[in-house]
């Protein structure tokens, strides 16, 4: 056998099953037992491919190599909120920088051992830093006490990061969070226009001048922005305050949810996936109905697999085997994922690690009287119940 290792991996595949060299199975049977649980095509045109496995597609992209070769960075609960539409790049980069301290003020010159005579040129009292500038400075200090009282908040916290959290934290309306954040980050940016203006242009803007930019700011702002305002009394105090347009939550839209029976002679399957972020495994939900609404079975499972799309997937793959065991040529399939309806129209989306089964599962699809829809959660409920139940429980029918 040693000496003869030209062969590839279609000769041991033989009627769309694993043969082994019974040499092989004597001398390696736990690698022959690991081979024979790798899915087979069922498709006899289909042809092996390479898959890059640090990717979903199995495509290698220079994204994806970018992302491989990096160091990942700790992620910031606050990243998000101010990398937002309504706020000017340049002011979420300033604010970035800012949060992490990585702004181009007198004490991060000196730490890099540039000599300086430093002296905050807002208040001509005390050396330059980046928590004098835009926190502990008279100056800023005044912007943010006027800021802070117009959004009737408690007393300004000491630090930037508890400031930009003050008005995040405390169950204010959408339209109030986005305000605030379009605050921070302009009371931020004008703070700073006005440093380089005094230091560079000997021009001195006043206090005055730097609210009334963040006001004019603001407004611009909450036109871009999308969040809705609580039916409260202060929400239309504070926004009336800022000059902002009330934006009220819309109300509530009905939509009539109804599942409805096969036609005579067809199956409908009702399948669902679930899983818990404090599991590491994903359950999933299957549910077989008749054309008068009569259950003829229903199992649930889990499996290893941490992502929920994979659970979606793997329930739909099953309950195709199934059928295609129970020799059902007409199956309606009903899922509450738009994504898995997109999976069955374009297969190359799915997760390379699923994609020879769910090739499989087309495959015998293509060979019955298919129909897949998609219904709302609240139609699906018996398969979504199903789900949870899989996520820790052993399978039962
Ligand atoms: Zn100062």
């Given at each position: 056998?040693?000496?003869?290792?030209?062969?590839?991996?279609?000769?041991?595949?033989?009627?769309?099953?694993?043969?082994?060299?019974?040499?092989?199975?004597?001398?390696?049977?736990?690698?022959?037992?690991?081979?024979?649980?790798?899915?087979?095509?069922?498709?006899?045109?289909?042809?092996?491919?390479?898959?890059?496995?640090?990717?979903?597609?199995?495509?290698?992209?220079?994204?994806?190599?970018?992302?491989?070769?990096?160091?990942?960075?700790p992620s910031v609960d606050w990243g998000r909120c101010i990398w937002s539409k309504f706020i000017l790049p340049r002011m979420s980069l300033l604010t970035w920088k800012v949060l992490r301290g990585r702004v181009l003020c007198d004490d991060f010159m000196q730490k890099r051992g540039i000599a300086l005579a430093s002296r905050c040129v807002l208040c001509r009292k005390d050396c330059e830093s980046l928590s004098h500038i835009f926190r502990s400075c008279p100056f800023a200090e005044t912007i943010w006490s006027c800021m802070i009282a117009k959004f009737e908040l408690a007393a300004p916290p000491l630090?930037?990061?508890?400031?930009?959290?003050?008005?995040?934290?405390?169950?204010?309306?959408?339209?109030?969070?986005?305000?605030?954040?379009?605050?921070?980050?302009?009371?931020?940016?004008?703070?700073?226009?006005?440093?380089?203006?005094?230091?560079?242009?000997?021009?001195?803007?006043?206090?005055?001048?730097?609210?009334?930019?963040?006001?004019?700011?603001?407004?611009?702002?909450?036109?871009?922005?999308?969040?809705?305002?609580?039916?409260?009394?202060?929400?239309?105090?504070?926004?009336?305050?800022?000059?902002?347009?009330?934006?009220?939550?819309?109300?509530?839209?009905?939509?009539?949810?109804?599942?409805?029976?096969?036609?005579?002679?067809?199956?409908?399957?009702?399948?669902?996936?679930?899983?818990?972020?404090?599991?590491?495994?994903?359950?999933?939900?299957?549910?077989?109905?008749?054309?008068?609404?009569?259950?003829?079975?229903?199992?649930?499972?889990?499996?290893?697999?941490?992502?929920?799309?994979?659970?979606?997937?793997?329930?739909?793959?099953?309950?195709?085997?199934?059928?295609?065991?129970?020799?059902?040529?007409?199956?309606?399939?009903?899922?509450?994922?738009?994504?898995?309806?997109?999976?069955?129209?374009?297969?190359?989306?799915?997760?390379?690690?699923?994609?020879?089964?769910?090739?499989?599962?087309?495959?015998?699809?293509?060979?019955?009287?298919?129909?897949?829809?998609?219904?709302?959660?609240?139609?699906?409920?018996?398969?979504?119940?199903?789900?949870?139940?899989?996520?820790?429980?052993?399978?039962?029918?």
């Amino acid at each position: 056998m040693v000496d003869n290792l030209s062969g590839s991996v279609a000769n041991f595949i033989v009627d769309r099953s694993w043969v082994f060299p019974p040499l092989l199975q004597l001398h390696f049977p736990a690698l022959c037992e690991l081979v024979s649980q790798v899915p087979i095509a069922l498709d006899p045109s289909t042809t092996d491919t390479l898959v890059w496995s640090s990717s979903s597609s199995g495509e290698l992209t220079a994204k994806v190599a970018f992302h491989f070769l990096r160091q990942p960075s700790p992620s910031v609960d606050w990243g998000r909120c101010i990398w937002s539409k309504f706020i000017l790049p340049r002011m979420s980069l300033l604010t970035w920088k800012v949060l992490r301290g990585r702004v181009l003020c007198d004490d991060f010159m000196q730490k890099r051992g540039i000599a300086l005579a430093s002296r905050c040129v807002l208040c001509r009292k005390d050396c330059e830093s980046l928590s004098h500038i835009f926190r502990s400075c008279p100056f800023a200090e005044t912007i943010w006490s006027c800021m802070i009282a117009k959004f009737e908040l408690a007393a300004p916290p000491l630090s930037l990061y508890d400031m930009l959290q003050l008005e995040l934290t405390n169950g204010r309306s959408p339209q109030l969070k986005e305000l605030w954040v379009a605050c921070f980050t302009s009371v931020l940016w004008f703070l700073w226009h006005a440093r380089n203006k005094a230091k560079y242009d000997n021009r001195f803007i006043t206090v005055v001048g730097v609210c009334r930019l963040v006001f004019g700011h603001i407004q611009s702002a909450s036109r871009i922005a999308s969040g809705h305002m609580h039916n409260s009394i202060q929400d239309l105090r504070i926004l009336k305050c800022f000059g902002v347009t009330c934006r009220p939550r819309h109300a509530p839209r009905t939509i009539e949810v109804n599942w409805h029976p096969p036609f005579l002679g067809w199956i409908k399957i009702n399948s669902d996936g679930a899983w818990k972020h404090d599991s590491a495994r994903v359950g999933y939900g299957v549910v077989f109905r008749d054309y008068r609404g009569y259950v003829l079975g229903a199992f649930a499972s889990n499996f290893d697999i941490p992502s929920s799309v994979a659970a979606e997937v793997m329930a739909v793959i099953k309950v195709i085997e199934l059928a295609w065991v129970r020799d059902w040529k007409h199956v309606w399939l009903e899922v509450d994922s738009s994504l898995i309806l997109d999976f069955l129209w374009s297969p190359s989306l799915v997760p390379w690690q699923l994609r020879v089964q769910w090739n499989n599962c087309l495959f015998r699809i293509s060979q019955m009287n298919f129909h897949s829809s998609h219904i709302f959660r609240e139609g699906n409920h018996v398969a979504d119940a199903l789900a949870n139940y899989g996520t820790s429980s052993t399978d039962f029918v």
